[in-house]
């Protein structure tokens, strides 16, 4: 007997940024987080749980639907959160895993967001454990990649700290609006779309090195408080300032990381500098990036065209990847294998 199951699921773009971790292995953040679900940068996971003995096996889809083993690094921390996830489900089954991302993986477009949380559903489908958003969030968020944690929601999320002495399990990622409330869109400006030097896991372990780091917490209280505000009233004007004071202290603590890491290439800033001009020309475009080069440009949908042709002919972009708010995963019966 198998039973197959495939899920698509989005990755999602911080807005107030998690960045270091009181507990890396399970990712319990040492601050919330708030995030927007992406819609078409996604990873489309299929998972079969089978009775036949045999190891677990983590196979990578090419574009043109080849599959592949995935490599050594990537199915050392998938292989954990299988066995964790079938220990939850109380199956012995083995399971085969294929996967692939709509975009360049681990270049700054939270594909561990995306990857683990399809992982993390599309195999509890298969072990046939039925997960409640709020449950599904943890064991996401348990595979390590905390970002995960908000991609298995739609809309707007936030992922609070766990109240004191619920350390554990608790911080789950809850939808503050849904994907309706408001049509935000996420012009992803790719200026590198090889995998970046430093994963997020080794920037969040050097987080508290920075001198900055300390102050930051300080800081963050008021902005979730305005991002949130901001994001009830739908004001662009009012979210978009805070996000870019997010995406630059991001930077300044891994510039300022011991040994420090280096994410932004000289096009990210050609970029950033071209939406401020685009404001200074009436447009409100705000720009924000991960642990990555890339930069996201959040603006109204009704503006990400114009956007888009500005900044694609901006020296060093090597594309652009419209996106936008979604609605967050989604089952599939487009299997993989
Ligand atoms: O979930 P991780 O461990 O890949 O960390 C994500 C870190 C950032 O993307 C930079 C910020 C965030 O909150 O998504």
């Not at 299929?46 to 490599?71: I, Q």
């Amino acid at each position: 007997m198998s039973q197959k199951h495939t899920v698509i699921s989005p990755a999602n773009i911080a807005f107030v940024k998690y960045w270091g971790a009181r507990d890396l292995e399970r990712a319990i953040p040492v601050q919330p987080s708030i995030s927007m679900t992406l819609r078409n940068a996604v990873s489309h996971t299929t998972v079969e749980a089978s009775d036949a003995s045999g190891p677990d096996e983590v196979l990578v889809a090419a574009e043109d639907g080849t599959l592949a083993p995935a490599p050594p690094a990537f199915q050392e921390r998938i292989l954990p959160h299988l066995e964790r996830l079938r220990q939850r489900a109380g199956s012995t089954a083995a399971l085969k895993v294929a996967t692939r991302n709509s975009f360049p993986s681990a270049a700054g477009i939270a594909s561990s967001a995306s990857g683990f949380s399809a992982l993390t559903l599309a195999t509890a489908g298969a072990l046939g454990l039925h997960l409640e958003p709020r449950e599904a969030s943890v064991l996401a968020r348990l595979s390590g990649s905390g970002s995960a944690s908000r991609s298995v929601m739609g809309g707007y999320v936030e992922w609070p700290v766990a109240s004191h002495g619920e350390e554990s399990d608790e911080a789950a990622a809850a939808q503050i609006a849904d994907a309706g409330h408001w049509q935000l869109a996420d012009v992803i400006v790719l200026v590198e779309t090889g995998p970046k030097d430093v994963s997020s896991l080794g920037g969040h372990r050097r987080a508290t090195t920075s001198p900055h780091f300390a102050r930051r917490q300080e800081l963050l209280p008021g902005r979730l408080e305005a991002v949130r505000d901001a994001i009830r009233r739908r004001d662009l004007d009012a979210l978009g300032p805070v996000v870019e004071e997010e995406a630059v202290e991001l930077h300044l603590i891994t510039m300022s990381s011991k040994p420090p890491i280096f994410y932004w290439q000289p096009a990210t800033l050609a970029v950033m500098e071209a939406v401020r001009r685009l404001r200074e020309e009436g447009l409100s475009a705000w720009y924000t990036m991960d642990a990555g080069a890339n930069v996201h440009v959040i603006c109204e949908e009704t503006a990400a065209a114009a956007v888009a042709s500005e900044l694609r002919g901006v020296p060093g972009v090597r594309g652009i990847l419209p996106d936008g708010v979604g609605a967050g995963p989604r089952v599939s019966d487009e299997d993989l294998f």
